[in-house]
C-alpha cells in the first residue's frame, strides 16, 4: 500500500499516447449515438465482446490492433468530439498525477472521412489550453503518420497541418509495420525536418526486421526518439548507439491478455539495467486492459521488481525527453 501511494502521488509524464486510442467502449458507444454512426452491434456489450481482442507479441497482432482502433476512430466527427475526447484524457492525467502528455493524432483517416484539419485540430487544442489552465496537466501534440495508407495523403496531411505548425511539437509514424518499412519515408521525414518538427516514429514490438527498422530510423529518417524499440536489445551495438546518443524509447508494458505482460516487462528491464533512456508508456489507455498511466505502474513495478527509485528513474527519463523548452523540462 504504501509503495502504491508512492506511484499514484509521482509525478508523472507520458510521451507515447494516440488520442484515438484513449477512446473506451463507453466513449465510443456514446459518440456513436451523439453522431448517428452505427457500428455494426446491437448493444455496447456485444461490441465490447468483439474488441476482446488480444494482442500478445507476436508479428499479426498489430493489424489486428488496428483493424479495433480504425472502428473506433468513425464515431470521432466534430470538432466537440476531439475536444471531449482530449480533455477527458487530461482530467484522468490531473486524477493521476500526470503533469505532462505528448498526445498523437492520426490526421489522414480524419481527413479521409471529410473532417477538416482545422475542426479536429480546433478541438484537440482548445482542451489543450483548457487543460492546462483549469487542470494544471501541461500537452504537447505529435502529428502520426499511418504508414500503411498511400504516401501521397501523407505529404497532404503535413501540408493541411502547415497553418498551425506552431502548435504541433512532433512528427511520428504508426499503423502497420508489415510492408511498410522506414526507408518508404526518407523523402516525408526530409520535409518534416525542414519544417521544424521534432521526429519520432514507431517500431513496433516483434516486428519483421524489428532491428533493422530501428537502424534506419535513426540513420534514414533521422529520428531522435523511437516509440517502443523494445528489440534494440538484441543487437549490443545497436544498444551503444541508442545509449551514447541518449537516444529515448518510449516503451509500453501494456497487456491484453494480462499474461502478455511479463514478457514486456522483462525486456524493458533489461534495457533499464542497459542503461537505455527508456520510458513508460500507455499507448493506447482506452482499448488495453493497462489502462492509463496511474493503473499501469503498479502492475509494472511489481512484475519487473523495480524499486520506487527505477519508477522515479522512469519519469526523469520522460520529463527530460520531454519536447519542452529545456528551461520547462525540470521544474516537475
Ligand atoms: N503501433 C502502431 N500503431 C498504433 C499504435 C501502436 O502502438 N497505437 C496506435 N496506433
Ligand atoms: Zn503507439
Known sequence: PAYRDFLAALPKAELHLHIEGTLTPEMKWQLAGRNGVSLP???????????NFEAPDAPGYLKKF??????????LRTERDFYDITLSHLARCRDETVRYV???????PHLMRGVPFEAFFA??????????????VESNFILCINRDLPLDTAHQALGAAAPFRDRIVGFGLDSVEDGNPPAKFTGLYDRARSEGYRLTAHCDVDQRDAV?????????????????????????????????????????????????MPRRVDRIRTMYDLGLKVTLNTDD????????????????????????????????NAFEAAWLPADRRTRY
Open 285 to 316: 489507455p482506452g482499448l488495453f486492459l493497462s489502462g492509463t498511466l496511474g493503473t499501469l505502474l503498479p502492475p509494472v513495478a511489481a512484475t519487473g521488481n523495480f524499486a520506487p527509485a527505477d519508477m522515479a528513474a522512469f519519469m526523469i
Open 41 to 51: 452491434y446491437a448493444s455496447i456489450d456485444e461490441m465490447r465482446a468483439a474488441q
Open 123 to 136: 478541438g484537440m487544442d482548445e482542451a489543450r489550453r483548457v487543460g492546462a489552465r483549469d487542470y494544471g
Open 66 to 75: 488496428i483493424q479495433h482502433y480504425n472502428e473506433g476512430m468513425l464515431v
Open 212 to 260: 533493422g527498422h530501428i537502424h534506419d530510423c535513426l540513420n534514414l529518417l533521422k529520428v531522435e526518439r523511437i516509440d517502443h524499440g523494445i528489440n534494440c536489445i538484441e543487437d549490443p551495438a545497436l544498444v551503444d548507439v541508442l545509449r551514447e546518443r541518449k537516444i529515448c524509447l518510449t516503451a509500453c508494458p501494456t497487456w491484453r491478455p494480462i499474461d502478455a
Open 102 to 108: 505528448e498526445i498523437m493524432f492520426d490526421p489522414q
